[in-house]
Structure formats: C-alpha cells, structure tokens
C-alpha cells in the first residue's frame, strides 16, 4: 500500500476509482452521517446544540440513489473528518447501497470538535495522525480517505490549534497528493496558511464561501489558483433573495473569467435537511439551484464545468 494518491485514480471508501469513470454530477462538499451535538474541547462560547446530527443510512442511500438515476450523481465527497463523528464503515455501505462513489475526509475539523490530544499536539504528531489515515484505513477500516477535510476555523480567525492543523494538513496534503477543503469564513486566511506551509493553491477548495457575501474576496480566492466552494446551497432553501445572492455570487466569477474555479454542492449537514424529515434534500442543487443558474443565461458548457470538471480537477490536483 502507499500513502501517494495515484495519477488518474480518486481514493473512493470502496476502492481506488478511474477519473474517467467518473462521467456525472459530482457533490463536493456534502456529510452523508454526522455528529457534532458536543463540542469535544468544552469551550464554553460553543454549546451543545442536538440538530447538529445526521444519522440516517437507508434514507440517505435512497436519496442518492435517486439522484444516480434522475441526474447521473455519480461522486459525493464526504467531509466529516476527525471529530465530526465520521462513520468510515458507514460511509462503504452508502456508497455500494446507493452505487454512487463516496471520498471520504480525513484531517482534524475545527478546535471545538478536535480530540483532546490536538490541544498539545505539535505539527509533526498531528501530520503523522492525518498520515495514519491515509496509508491504513479510517475508523478501524480498511477505507482509505481521498481528501483531507473539512478544516479551519470556527470562529472569525483561526486559533493556534486551528492553525498548527492546518499545516499539518499541507504538509499530509504534499506528502500524501490529497488535496485539502476548509471550513470557515476567512477563507482568504486560511487558504494563506495552507499555501504559506507549501500546498499548492489548486489543491485547496476554500469553503463556505456562499455565506460570505464578499465578490472581492471570492475573486481573490480565483485569482490565487485556489477553488471558490460555494458548499451550503441548501441553507437558502425557497428563500428568493438568498437563493439569488447565491446565484449572483455565481455569475459574477463567470463573468469574470474564474468558472473554472467555482465549486458548487447542497451541503447536508442535519437530519432536518434530508428528504425524510421535510428538508429539500441532497438533490437541491440540481432540483433548485443549477435551474436558476440556467435561468440566469449560464450554458449548459459552463454547468458541465462546474458539477464534474472542476470537482474533479480539485480532487486530483491537476491544473485547468
């Protein structure tokens, strides 16, 4: 077994996978099991809060079945990594049920939630733990991750935690060839540490982007080489002005040259987002979102680009 990501080939929870077996919609940011009801390190400005789990197997096999059929999903990208209640045994079962191909994340989510031992844990253990996963297996599996994420920040700016765990993910990303997805609103901040501790901008895909209302900031973000990933759309839900911020937020890096840049995913995160319980689903970015974007003037070129192309490219690490 080796640790380096194999040129052509996505580390998926059931095996290694061709890129080009990978023909359709790709969701590359999505949490198919969850559990962050408690904070993990007691800070007292995080409270518990039990919406902040998802675990419903068959409901959710079902949904992305479905979206196999009615809009060729064909790849879902799972960041619930360490301290996110990831469920690698879970997560093989989904994917072969479903018979959607599943990425599963690795790396250390954000300080509320990491394990205890991350408090005083410098660069090198925490590289060597995100390493572990990668070469052997998560949660007691034989599933090996094929991303590291989500990562960063809870708060406006990372903590020193936070930090020291990004940089042991560059430097797990630049060993491994993984690429990395973060989590929080400072992208810009985030995506500097990462590049600052060698990763390559391309590799990164800077997260929670469609909740910052910041054209300046995602443009930025483009122009470094890093991916724009607009990963909630589902928060927007039948919301009219949020979905067409969202939307705008979209158009204006086409517009400015950057779709090969933009990342796009619904972003189930609850139990109250999925179809079951009344939420509008995994599917809502090809249900509600793409049809608005298609209504917006953006071709069907463009959208091609931005649900397989550009998910894709991240995920490998190539240049476009």
Known sequence: MTSRSQPGLLRTVTGSVPVHAVTGTVLPHEHLQLDLR???RGLAAVPSDPRRWLDEEQAVTAELSGLRAEHELSLVVDLTCQGMGRNAAMLSRISAGARVAVVAGTGFFTEP???????TADEDLLTER????????MDGTSSLPGVIGEIGSWGAVPTAAEERCL?????AGLESGLSVATYGRAGLTLLEILTSAGLPAERVAVGQLDLVDDAGAHRK?????????????GLAGQDAAALGARVRHVLELLEAGHGDRVLLSTGISRMTQIKR??????????????????AAGVDEAALRTILHDNPLRWLTGTAG
């Open 38 to 40: 408690w904070p993990q």
């Open 167 to 171: 940089r042991a993910a560059a430097r």
């Open 113 to 119: 939630f990491h394990p205890q031992f991350v408090g």
């Open 221 to 233: 973000i483009a122009e470094m080489g890093a991916y724009v990933s607009f990963g909630s759309l």
């Open 130 to 137: 995100i390493m572990t996963e990668i070469e052997f297996g």
């Open 277 to 294: 319980y009344g939420g509008s689903g995994y599917g809502y970015l090809m249900d509600v979102f793409v049809p608005a974007l298609r």
